[in-house]
């Protein structure tokens, strides 16, 4: 089992810049990939970005390419998005994501093990 704990949402302006973290615990070792997701109202589960949890590929959805980045420190099982130039249709809840073994598809929530609870990212205009 893993256990993942996101953090770092809230409210900020249109613009302004946020850093969202996800703490893993248990089976860290058997992660594969780890990611963010958001849901807003009414809509699906969206893919933001993924990474391999061991380092190389790391894919970004469009709407957020050279806007947000992920990281991590690998130390402490600590996952990051750091999102910049925020906007009002950013405003989600963000949810972090891992994969046990190769994702099948690296967009499709479905092909993630591992949860969190989700953190709430509102920006206002």
């Known amino acids: 089992q893993v256990q993942l704990v996101e953090s770092g949402g809230g409210l900020v302006q249109a613009g302004d810049s946020l850093r969202l973290s996800c703490a893993a615990s248990?089976?860290?070792?058997?992660?594969?990939?780890m990611g963010w997701f958001r849901q807003a109202p009414g809509k699906e589960r969206e893919f933001v970005v993924t990474r391999n949890w061991f380092g190389g590929s790391t894919y970004y959805a469009e709407p957020v390419k050279g806007r947000f980045t992920i990281s991590r420190e690998f130390a402490k099982n600590t996952l990051y998005l750091q999102m910049n130039s925020l906007t009002p249709e950013d405003t989600a809840v963000y949810y972090c994501?891992?994969?046990?073994?190769?994702?099948?598809?690296?967009?499709?929530?479905?092909?993630?093990?591992?949860w969190g609870q989700g953190t709430q990212v509102t920006v206002s205009s």
């Open positions: 994501a891992a994969a046990i073994g190769a994702p099948r598809s690296i967009s499709r929530a479905d092909s993630y093990n591992y």
């Open positions: 248990g089976r860290t070792f058997s992660m594969y990939a």
